[in-house]
């Protein structure tokens, strides 16, 4: 059993899928803090001096500054600010998955097909792109 889970656990795909999860946590740090402390600034300023993070509907019955201060009491939120904030960066890291699977395919060699095969006009049957006289009916090919 230990030779197998060594087997599979030094297999290059999982040793890429690891790789890839710990660059996607540190990425997804840095557009967290992208959004909360370089988009979302300057977006409440603009905005009217509007913080995010602390637009909250209260759903208890005592009224509340700040939404550390309800969290605090253990008053029922909903923080809708927070949930822009996570909309924002899941758009912002979509985007850059997309323009990086973009480049990936650009850089790509597209592979030329290469035509092997022709269908037997008669019998319609896969035949040899070579052939002049089809295999399985025995017509004679045109080129």
């Not at 097909?113 to 070579?130: A, D, F, L, Q």
Request: glycine share 6%.
């Amino acid at each position: 059993m230990w030779k197998d889970f060594k087997k599979f656990a030094l297999k290059g795909n999982v040793i890429d899928l690891a790789v890839a999860v710990i660059i996607g946590a540190a990425f997804g740090k840095i557009v967290t803090s992208l959004v909360n402390d370089i988009i979302m600034p300057p977006l409440g300023l603009v905005l009217g001096k509007v913080d995010f993070t602390e637009l909250y509907i209260n759903l208890g019955s005592k009224s509340y500054t700040s939404l550390a201060q309800a969290k605090a009491a253990g008053a029922p939120t909903i923080n809708f600010g927070v949930f822009l904030n996570n909309i924002i960066q899941f758009l912002i890291i979509a985007f850059s998955i997309f323009i990086v699977i973009k480049q990936l395919d650009r850089f790509k060699k597209k592979e030329e097909k290469v035509k092997v095969e022709k269908k037997c006009p008669y019998c319609y049957t896969n035949i040899s792109i070579e052939a002049t006289r089809c295999p399985h009916c025995t017509s004679v090919l045109e080129e």
